[in-house]
């Protein structure tokens, strides 16, 4: 665990938001290092399976920051809510009148400055293999109902789940989950097709068009996927 100034951190870099309500808005992304699951199609394994990058106050965070000149922050990791100095962070963050979406997979409550709360609870499509010494450990804590329903209740909301239309039953799961939850507005609950690249990407969307108009649910992108593909810094 950092000290209570000092965050590790994968990568901060300027780009567009490529998923969720805010898509194509001009965003500074912080990386924070660390994560206490282990999804299986992680895609930022430098910031979960394996941690990686220096170690930084808020104020240096912070400085990194402003040389971009835009004014959405996205805290994101890994899972940025494990740690403490977060809090601080969004605090100053806030104070320099920055709009911040923080990403996380709420299984943490914190109470901090947020625009958008980005939860995306981890299905069991998300649970790893045995070989990976994580599946229990995974399993336990990838849903925690009441921290999510705080979290509903304390914020700005996305809930945006990543599926897989040509496996399983994720759309079942996600109903069981919205039905063990309050007030939820279905317009905040977006489906974002699990890949990497932009042909599944733009197959499994297809095939997720008509399970959103069924439910008044939205679909979202991956934007950063179709214009840069899936490398680091975008």
């Known amino acids: 665990m ?12 300027g780009s567009v938001q490529g998923e969720g ?22 895609d ?49 963050l806030k104070n320099r009148n920055h709009t911040i979406t923080i990403e996380t997979a709420g299984t943490i409550n914190r109470q901090l400055p947020c625009d958008l709360m980005s939860i995306s609870p981890k299905l069991a499509h998300s649970t790893p293999g045995k070989e990976s010494g994580w ?9 925690a109902v009441p921290v999510l329903q ?6 700005p909301y996305q809930l945006k789940f990543v599926v897989n239309p040509e496996t399983g ?22 489906l ?4 990497t690249d932009s042909e599944t ?5 297809r095939m997720l068009v008509d399970e959103v108009i069924k439910r008044n649910w939205r679909l979202t992108q991956r934007l950063h996927i179709d214009l840069f593909g899936n490398t680091k810094g975008t």
């Open 150 to 155: 705080s979290l509903v209740d304390s914020y």
């Open 169 to 190: 039953n994720d759309l079942t799961e996600i109903e069981t989950l919205l039905g063990q939850l309050h007030n939820i507005e279905s317009s905040r609950v977006l």
């Open 44 to 92: 930022t394994p430098y910031a979960s399976w394996k941690p990686e990058g220096p170690t930084m106050s808020v104020g240096e965070i912070v400085e990194a920051i402003e040389k971009y000149g835009i004014n959405h922050v996205v805290l994101t990791g890994g899972e940025p809510m494990l740690f403490d100095p977060i809090e601080n962070l969004a605090i100053e």
């Open 21 to 42: 309500v805010w898509v194509g808005i001009p965003s500074v992304f912080v990386r924070v290092s660390g994560c206490n699951l282990r999804c299986v199609w992680c």
């Open 2 to 13: 950092p000290s209570n100034d000092k965050l590790r951190i994968a990568e901060i870099f």
């Open 135 to 143: 599946q229990q450990r995974h399993e336990a804590a990838r849903l």
């Open 201 to 205: 990407l733009h197959r499994r969307s």
């Open 192 to 195: 974002m097709p699990e890949g």
